[in-house]
């Protein structure tokens, strides 16, 4: 069995394994979020909820949890979720699978569990970065987190990484009584430098270039050529891949 990934709109990743789809953070309808971020610069794929497809969540803002979409998802397989967002995943019609910090679970021939990740205002029970492993690769998919402590222990309990996906935009937000010049997800050097600790072969650049809608949502400027030197500097392979786009997996590592 062959393990294949591939980067859809904004955060989305989809991970097939054998007969075994599974979606993190897919997004299908941006209209809930024009008001903040602005109209979306391209038209965002469809997301076929085929038999079989399952679903994971890093947290709950409507960039990351398409509700009419995880609603449909539901019914093909099961929904993930960090246990804290499940009461309100259910009082929505969602009947999603909690799992605590570090509690793995099976999704066929996948075992997905669940890490710390910091949400900008500071809530880690609200936020997480999910693991998947299966045909001896191991990937992480990072939401939309800022800089955290946290890294080194992901590190040492679940890495290496063949590929992280990790924001790279390092908004600059205004909403929700977050006013602060201070990047809200990762800067393209953080994210470099995060893959660094997870000691990741690959960092697949997310969570950019979509939304751009000052003054309310304000991205880094130049940030795939930032990401590209930053990783280049860190011998990190970088990939930039577009919305549908495959995105490659070397060589696996030694551990």
Known sequence: MTLHLRRLAWAGVEITLDDTRLLIDPLENAD???????????????IDPAPGTHALLTHLHPDHYDHELIARLATT??????APSAPELRAAGV?????????????GPLTVTPVT?????????????????GAGRRIIHCGDTM?????????????PFDVAFLPVNGVIARFEGYEVDVPATLTPEQAVEAAAVLGATTACAIHHGLFHHPPTYVEQPDVEGRFRRAAEARGITAALVGDGQPVPLAAPQKV
């Open 32 to 46: 809930p979020l024009v008001a903040v971020l602005g109209e979306p610069k391209w038209p965002l794929l469809p």
């Open 77 to 82: 397989g099961t929904v993930g979720c960090h």
């Open 95 to 107: 009947d999603a699978i909690p799992q605590e910090l570090g509690e793995p679970r099976r999704i």
């Open 117 to 133: 990740s910091m949400d900008w205002r500071g809530d880690e029970a609200a936020q997480v970065a999910w693991v998947v492993e």
């Open 147 to 159: 800089w955290h402590g946290n890294w080194w222990r992901i590190a040492r309990d679940h890495g």
